[in-house]
């Protein structure tokens, strides 16, 4: 199967129940379903500390505070938890309603983000060709 860019294959083994309706994804038969996965961030508040000091002794420049900061991490990301959702309950759950608008702005940064990648390898290869 020829998959667009920034594609990645879906095995059939990765197929789970609707988290929401305990239905198969193509009950519906929508030609797509919802793969969510949630993360939980630890913060490591002695790094966050330590980037704090470091700050005030650059006199509040955290641009400066970062070069000399030991490591740019500030936290652990735990694992992630993966489900699967329908595209009818997608569509439909509105209770709570967040979520088809955090998919829409998910979208929309990763079409900008893919823009500004477009952008500088354009205004790289005309350095490079310029
Ligand atoms: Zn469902």
């Known amino acids: 199967m020829q998959l667009p860019d920034g594609c990645t294959e879906f095995d059939r083994r990765d197929?789970?129940?609707?988290?929401?309706?305990?239905?198969?994804m193509m009950h519906n038969s929508h030609?797509?379903?919802?793969?969510?996965?949630?993360?939980?961030?630890?913060?490591?508040?002695?790094?966050?500390?330590?980037?704090?000091?470091?700050?005030?002794q650059m006199d509040g420049n955290a641009e400066l505070a970062a070069i000399f900061a030991p490591s740019s991490a500030i936290g652990a990301r735990l694992p992630a938890s993966r489900m699967l959702m329908c595209d009818s309950c997608?569509?439909?759950?509105?209770?709570p309603p967040m979520l088809p608008a955090l998919w829409q702005k998910a979208s929309d940064l990763e079409a900008e983000r893919q823009d500004k990648k477009v952008q500088?390898?354009?205004?790289?290869?005309?350095?490079?060709h310029g």
């Open 120 to 128: 500088a390898t354009k205004a790289r290869e005309q350095v490079d």
């Open 90 to 95: 997608f569509m439909e759950m509105d209770k």
């Open 15 to 24: 197929l789970r129940k609707c988290v929401v309706c305990d239905r198969g």
């Open 31 to 56: 030609i797509v379903f919802y793969e969510i996965s949630i993360a939980q961030v630890m913060v490591d508040m002695r790094a966050i500390r330590q980037i704090a000091g470091l700050e005030m």
